[in-house]
């Protein structure tokens, strides 16, 4: 028996119809055709299914899609796009914190995360809040980089905001 | 002072990058194909077991499943590389518990694995052989019944008169090294789809680091021509050397699309990925090393037992640079090598980042530390006193044509004692210490006399915009973003402007692939040479139009001008449009295959093989709890020679991301095998480096300029990785006085050597 599932995503109000036990992760990708969303394990240890489930990163590998009625999920695609970036998604580049970017969406997600909560973490918070997504390739170093420059420059956007 | 460039060296943001932050990069499992079908493969949970029995009805029976297949439905032509033993499934029995044994196509991945569990194998349990000790005893069982003494490989290399030295040294020391199995563990899973296409014909979709020696095994294996099968890559998630060659997964995805005559797809789980993927060789290293009482290295002699698991695949190759690289990295007098691949019935090794060169070193840089303290002598400046420099002949024949390596020593040496940390905390729980490990690798590696180069195409559109294209994966590196600068460089045009193609082996030139750190050097040439060419089409076409001399023009960021006379120009783009599909007709295209000017090395393996030697140098500062035995790295150093750089963002990543996976593995990496089956076979409990345990870094990139990579670029794909685990282990030997021999350095290893009253675990 398939079952409706309603709920905002990327600010869009969705239905889709699922089987009950289906998981987020199969949802989005398979259903929506959402991809950005990233199979690493299927475990829930890599932390590459990351999404934000009302503005907190969930693992959509381990999470039943019925989970979300009617609450907020964000994915990678909701995020920004190529002409606008998110600052995240613009300091990870700016850094040279993408290499195979299988990683990439579920580490700017959480990273968004923390900076909409701390706009001013310290090296240690935004390693614990990173410490759940695996990458193999970057060593993270151009990873906190990026997001120490994100929340620099979120910040000093807000001031000028904050002037206006 | 070196020569300025526009490109080459600048800050840039990585090609395909800003598709991989917004998730639209597409990757295999990402790709949906009308009427797909989902593949599963059955795997023999028994290490060695003769079958008995294979029943597929009642899978083949169940709704939804399109297909099932196991050997008796499959051409039987052995595959594989040197010594091509690998069946598409096991035929009489199964060689290691995750051997491929049926599989099946069906509507659903869920179908298909409900439909595996119909499968009804029968075994009947042989006795098996876990390590290549064992494996190589007279009267061992067979793990191929043709291969007897379960040797795969042996070598005997020798030069000079090592006997003769050792009597003239003033020193012998003798000391053995292990390496642990550990696997590549790229994030995206590997995998691939099959679709039949009329005529024939097949492609395959696949995040492959060689497209085109897969399409040419996958032929192989499947008894076609290569020239009937297509390989397309798409953007890949990481391989590290553990993608380099095709699986077995790859003839049978086309086998079931055959069946099925759909297309299907395959990727495999992550236990899957832990218990049938390649890991890399693990060896004992047996080392005897005669010095002087000045430091002087003098010889060499080492035994090595490496483990080739059931089936081979890049091990003996592997097991030749483990024979050989470390050799190169000081001036030895004489050296002597004999070493031995077995056949055990344990997960197939092959290539992972350092191909057997990380093995070695592991074993000769932590030898130089233990013979340099015995000799009352400072390790570092062993090594300062016997590295090889620019312009040595070593001693297997490879000409060293730029090296940075003492430089490399002495900046990370400065670098790692800046800020050093107390060698002990007060309470006295706590002792640090500093080790330093060096490394040679190479820029490309040809094999025998085979072509190890790469070829280009590059080609202008009518709109001004460059489009290269090449053969190389870019699995997370930064080939694309390489090549696009160097063609930039070359051609006076933005990175911007030149679009580097995905690879499709129908469309794109000839290469090897993304293996021996050889991208940048020998793809980077081709790449540079196939640009030259279409510049000076270029600027040919702009002198008739400029009404000047071609050879008196130059093109910078895009406009061509008249040197000396800046104000007269054309833009590239218009140059362009006048050249294509115009009564002009000029292509504005080349294609080049480039070789490097290396001969290979002889049948003795001696030659010069690789046309651009790297060095380096990397050192760190390691903290033990005397306590607990517990170790973390805290700082490192890392200088390495490149050459130039061509990309300082990329090479920083590339020494970050080497370092991490180099830590990981002398701390706690390491496949634990109970009965033949892994225990450890999820990301759960296969402890990797996470952004918590992450040590401080500061790369030190060190320029030699060599004289033939582009622009005096070398490789940095594998070196980061290679010195660390001897550098842990040489400032575990500070910090506490203990060396540990086999990987991983763990917590309990230090424990039971801090403690010899307590009793060790019973391994």
């Known amino acids: 028996m398939m079952k409706a599932l309603t709920f905002t995503l990327n600010g869009d109000q969705t239905r889709v119809e699922v089987d009950p036990g289906e998981l987020l992760l199969d949802v989005l990708r398979r259903r929506l055709f959402l991809t950005g969303t990233k199979k690493g394990c299927g475990e829930g240890e890599c932390g590459a299914c990351t999404v934000l489930l009302d503005g907190q990163p969930v693992l959509a590998c381990l999470l039943p899609a019925m989970k979300v009625q009617g609450r907020a999920v964000t994915t990678i695609e909701g995020l920004g796009h190529e002409q606008r970036l998110h600052p995240v998604q613009e300091a990870f580049l700016e850094k040279g914190a993408v290499q195979c970017g299988f990683c990439t969406p579920g580490m700017v997600l959480s990273s968004k995360s923390l900076l909409d909560g701390q706009p001013q973490p310290s090296e240690d918070e935004i390693k614990q809040a990173l410490s759940g997504h695996l990458c193999r390739c970057t060593g993270y170093v151009q990873i906190l980089e990026a997001v120490k420059d994100a929340a620099e420059k979120m910040t000093r956007a807000e001031g000028r905001k904050g002037h206006a | ?763």
């Open chain 2, 1 to 763: 002072m070196m020569e300025e460039y526009a490109v080459v060296g600048k800050a840039f943001r990585s090609v395909g990058g800003s598709d991989k932050v917004t998730g639209r990069a597409q990757y295999l499992d990402d790709i949906e194909l009308p009427g797909m079908l989902h593949a599963k493969i059955l795997r023999s949970p028994h290490a060695h077991a003769r079958i008995l029995k294979i029943d597929t009805s009642k899978a083949a029976a169940l709704p939804g499943v399109k297909a099932v297949l196991s050997a008796v439905d499959c051409p039987k032509l052995p595959f594989g590389l040197d010594v091509p033993d690998a069946r598409i499934f096991a035929e009489t029995k199964v060689r290691y518990a995750g051997d491929e044994v049926a599989a099946v196509a069906a509507e659903t991945p869920k179908i298909a694995r409900e439909a595996l569990k119909l499968i009804d194998v029968r075994y009947e349990l042989l006795p098996a052989l876990f390590s290549p000790q064992e494996a190589l005893q007279e009267g061992a069982p067979l793990v191929h019944e043709d291969k007897p003494g379960n040797l795969v490989k042996s070598y005997v290399i020798e030069r000079g008169d090592v006997d003769a030295d050792f009597a003239a040294c003033d020193y012998v020391f003798e000391e053995e090294f292990a390496s642990s199995r550990v696997t590549a563990c790229y994030l995206e899973p590997f995998g691939a789809i099959a679709r039949w296409e009329p005529d024939n014909r097949l492609t395959i979709w696949t995040g492959i680091q060689g497209a085109f020696q897969a399409r040419s095994e996958i032929a192989r294996a499947l008894g076609m021509n290569p020239s009937q099968i297509t390989v397309k890559v798409p953007a890949i998630g990481g391989a590290f050397g553990g993608k380099i060659w095709i699986r077995n997964f790859h003839p049978i995805v086309a086998l079931l699309a055959k069946e099925a005559r759909r297309p299907v797809k395959f990727v495999l789980t992550r236990p899957e990925e832990f218990a049938a993927s390649r890991p890399r060789v693990p060896a004992k290293i047996k080392i005897k090393l005669g010095m002087l009482k000045d430091g002087t290295l003098v010889c060499k002699d080492t035994a090595i037992v490496a483990d080739n698991g059931a089936y081979s695949w890049a091990a003996p190759k592997i097991v030749l640079n483990m024979s050989l690289r470390t050799d190169c990295l000081y001036r030895f007098k004489s050296v002597r090598t004999r070493s031995y691949l077995a056949y055990t019935n344990t997960t197939p090794t092959s290539g992972f980042r350092g191909y057997g060169n990380a093995q070695s070193h592991f074993a000769q840089e932590s030898m130089i530390d233990v013979c340099a303290r015995k000799a009352g002598l400072d390790p570092v400046e062993v090594r300062l006193k016997n590295a090889v420099r620019q312009g040595d002949l070593t001693l297997h024949g490879w000409k060293v044509r730029s090296c940075g390596l003492t430089e490399c020593i002495e900046k990370a040496r400065a670098a790692i004692a800046r800020g050093r940390k107390p060698q002990a905390d007060p309470n006295g729980t706590v002792k640090r210490g500093i080790g330093l490990a060096c490394m040679n690798h190479v820029s490309g590696n040809r094999a025998g006399n085979n072509f190890d180069g790469s070829s280009s195409m590059v080609r202008f559109q009518e709109d001004g915009k460059l489009v290269l294209y090449h053969g190389e994966s870019d699995m997370g590196q930064g080939a694309r973003t390489v090549l696009a600068q160097i063609a930039a460089e070359t051609l006076g045009i933005r990175p911007e402007d030149v679009l580097v193609m995905p690879i499709d082996t129908d469309v794109s030139p000839f290469c090897f692939g993304s293996y021996s750190s050889r991208v940048t050097t020998v793809a980077g040439k081709a790449a540079y040479l196939a640009s030259l060419q279409v510049r000076e089409q270029l600027l040919k076409l702009a002198a008739t139009l400029l009404e000047a001399a071609p050879e008196d023009l130059d093109v910078r960021e895009g406009r061509i001008f008249v040197r000396g006379g800046e104000r007269k120009g054309i833009s590239v783009a218009d140059v362009c449009k006048s050249a294509i599909r115009t009564r002009a007709t000029v292509g504005l295209t080349a294609y080049v295959a480039y070789d490097p000017p290396t001969e290979g090395a002889n049948e003795d393996f001696y030659g010069d093989y690789s046309s651009a030697y790297t060095y380096a140098a990397q050192a760190v500062e390691v903290e033990v709890n005397t306590e607990t035995g517990q170790i973390r790295v805290l700082r490192v150093a890392a200088a390495h020679d490149v050459g130039r750089a061509i990309n300082p963002n990329g090479i920083r990543g590339q020494i970050y991301g080497g370092v991490a996976q180099g830590a990981g593995w002398a701390l706690y990496e390491n496949m634990v095998y109970e009965g033949g089956r892994l225990q450890n076979n999820s990301l759960r409990n296969y402890t990797m480096v996470t952004a918590t345990d992450m040590p401080e870094v500061e790369p030190i990139i060190v320029e030699t300029q060599d004289p033939v990579g582009p622009y005096g670029a070398k490789g940095i794909g594998e070196p980061a990785l290679i010195p660390m685990p001897p550098a842990v282990a040489n400032a575990v030997e500070d910090a506490v006085g203990v060396r540990i021999r086999d990987l991983p350095i763990t917590a309990e290893k230090i424990y039971f050597s801090l403690n010899p009253e307590c009793e060790g675990p019973a391994s």
